[in-house]
C-alpha cells in the first residue's frame, strides 16, 4: 500500500509542526480522489509537550476524513502505546512527523502502527 500526499499540505504541517513547538499538534487529514489534501486540526485541542487531547465529539461528519497526523516534539519517529490506541479509532493512515520536523523525518503508518510507504506529489 503506497499513500499519496500532496507536497503543498506536507511543507502546510511540517510549518504547524514548528508553530506548535515545543508542543505536539494534531489533525485529521482528508483525502480527495486518493490523495491526502487537507488537514482539520484537532477542534477544542490542548496541545502539550507530551499529548494533545481534543473534543472527538467536535469532529464534522465527514468521509472524506482518511487519516490523522501529529506532531513529536521530540525526534523519536515511532508511534507510542498511546498513538496506536489512537490510530485504532481514527482512519486507516496516520502520519507522525519527528523533530526537527523536515520532509525526511515525516512517517506514515497504518492503524496497527506498521509502517506505510507515502509519496509526495505535485
Given at each position: 500500500?503506497?499513500?499519496?500526499?500532496?507536497?503543498?499540505l506536507?511543507?502546510?504541517?511540517?510549518?504547524?509542526?514548528?508553530?506548535?513547538?515545543?508542543?505536539?499538534?494534531?489533525?485529521?487529514?482528508?483525502?480527495?480522489?486518493?490523495?491526502?489534501?487537507?488537514?482539520?486540526?484537532?477542534?477544542?485541542?490542548?496541545?502539550?509537550?507530551?499529548?494533545?487531547y481534543?473534543?472527538?465529539?467536535?469532529?464534522?461528519?465527514?468521509?472524506?476524513?482518511?487519516?490523522?497526523?501529529?506532531?513529536?516534539?521530540?525526534?523519536?519517529?515511532?508511534?507510542s502505546?498511546?498513538?496506536?490506541?489512537?490510530?485504532?479509532?481514527?482512519?486507516?493512515?496516520?502520519?507522525?512527523?519527528?523533530?526537527?520536523?523536515?520532509?525526511?523525518?515525516?512517517?506514515?503508518?497504518?492503524?496497527?502502527?506498521?509502517?506505510?510507504?507515502?509519496e509526495?506529489?505535485?
Amino acid at each position: 500500500m503506497k499513500v499519496l500526499i500532496r507536497k503543498e499540505l506536507l511543507d502546510y504541517l511540517i510549518e504547524l509542526a514548528w508553530e506548535f513547538y515545543p508542543n505536539e499538534f494534531a489533525g485529521f487529514l482528508r483525502e480527495v480522489n486518493g490523495v491526502f489534501e487537507e488537514v482539520l486540526i484537532a477542534p477544542e485541542g490542548r496541545f502539550g509537550s507530551g499529548s494533545v487531547y481534543f473534543n472527538p465529539w467536535s469532529l464534522p461528519l465527514d468521509t472524506s476524513i482518511k487519516g490523522t497526523v501529529h506532531s513529536h516534539p521530540s525526534n523519536v519517529p515511532w508511534p507510542s502505546e498511546a498513538d496506536r490506541f489512537f490510530f485504532s479509532k481514527f482512519g486507516g493512515v496516520h502520519f507522525i512527523l519527528a523533530y526537527p520536523y523536515s520532509p525526511e523525518n515525516v512517517y506514515a503508518y497504518s492503524s496497527d502502527g506498521t509502517p506505510v510507504e507515502f509519496e509526495v506529489v505535485q
